[in-house]
């Protein structure tokens, strides 16, 4: 006769009883246990991650105090000679200052170590030795430029340009052929900070870059105060040259992956294509508003009235 094994006994767990340990105070030889990030009461808090404010940088969005840092020669040097803006710190490297015009009405520059002026600028830039902290320019309004716009008055409208390089580069060309202002939206837009300003070689104190709201409003009053506006569109059957006709004139671009959005074009007059020849029809949107500004010019030009007799 077979004997039977007996029931295996399960340990008994003990009653749940209230700790007498104080609030805090973790059992012996356990390690603490806390979630990433947690401080321990009393301890002394970590600096604050620098990734955040040197991206900021990099975008050239306002510091403390709404204030900018601009660099490079140009830029700078353009800055300090527009009365619009407030200057506040001028930094030079002691090899920028050697060569550094001796300018009634600019501030007395700082003189630094190199090391020191690139604290104040994003990583990698080309500051030649040169910063400034500046405050913003004053924002300017669609219907100030608008009110103050001449019979033969040019615009450029960007749709969601994002690069401050590629919008720095539109600026130094829209200075080059004596555009009244550049207009872009309010967001998905970079600011008007050290990149931008940086690229567009002094060009951001001479042409009004205008933010508005809503583009197609925009473009709304543009066509209301008698501008004719012509989107850039690569597949669209009018070349430029044809499109542009005398008086105010508007030109439209859009992003480089993705062109202008559907009802950016529908708010525009017409549609019109760069008159390429060669087998690549894409350009550069910086390069594309170059050559689409000389076209403008030149037409007008070849279209305006014939000055009277004296």
């Known amino acids: 006769m077979r004997r039977r094994k007996p029931p295996r006994r ?7 009883r209230p700790s007498e340990r104080p609030p805090g105070e973790r059992p012996p030889g356990r390690p603490p246990s806390r979630l990433a990030g947690d401080q321990p009461s009393g301890a002394p808090q970590p600096p604050r991650p ?3 404010r040197r991206a900021a940088r990099q975008a050239g969005a306002p510091g403390p105090g709404g204030r900018v840092w601009l660099y490079g020669l140009h830029a700078v040097q353009a800055a300090l000679a527009n009365p619009a803006r407030r200057a506040h710190l001028l930094l030079l490297t002691h090899e920028a200052a050697r060569h550094w015009p001796a300018t ?7 003189l630094v170590e190199r090391a020191e002026l690139e604290r104040a600028v994003p990583a990698g830039a080309v500051h030649q030795g040169v910063a400034l902290q ?3 320019l004053p924002e300017l309004g669609l219907e100030d430029c608008l009110f103050s716009a001449g019979p033969r008055a040019l615009f450029v409208v960007l749709d969601q340009v994002t690069d401050p390089h590629n919008v720095g580069a539109i600026l130094r060309s829209a200075a080059a052929f004596a555009v009244d202002a550049v207009i872009l939206p309010d967001r998905n837009t970079p600011p ?3 990149a931008l300003a940086k690229a567009a070689s002094g060009a951001l104190e001479l042409v009004p870059l205008v933010r508005v709201v809503n583009l197609a409003r925009a473009l709304r009053l543009l066509r209301e105060a008698d501008i004719w506006c012509v989107g850039l569109d690569g597949a669209a059957p009018t070349a430029l040259d044809q499109a542009v006709r005398p008086g105010r004139l508007a030109l439209v671009l859009g992003s480089e992956g993705d062109g202008l959005r559907r009802l950016t074009g529908e708010s525009c007059d017409a549609l019109a294509r760069l008159p390429t020849v060669g087998p690549l029809h894409s350009l550069n949107v910086s390069n594309a508003a170059a050559i689409a500004l000389s076209i ?5 030009q070849i279209t305006a009235p014939a000055p009277a007799a004296t």
Do not use: I, L, N
């Not at 009634?104 to 700082?110: C, D, I, Q, T």
């Not at 403008?296 to 007008?300: F, I, M, N, P, Q």
């Open 10 to 16: 399960h340990p008994r767990h003990a009653p749940d």
């Open 50 to 52: 620098e990734a955040p």
């Open 104 to 110: 009634s009405g600019w501030p007395a520059p700082r």
């Open 134 to 136: 500046t405050e913003p």
């Open 192 to 194: 008007a900070g050290a």
């Open 296 to 300: 403008a010019r030149h037409v007008s």
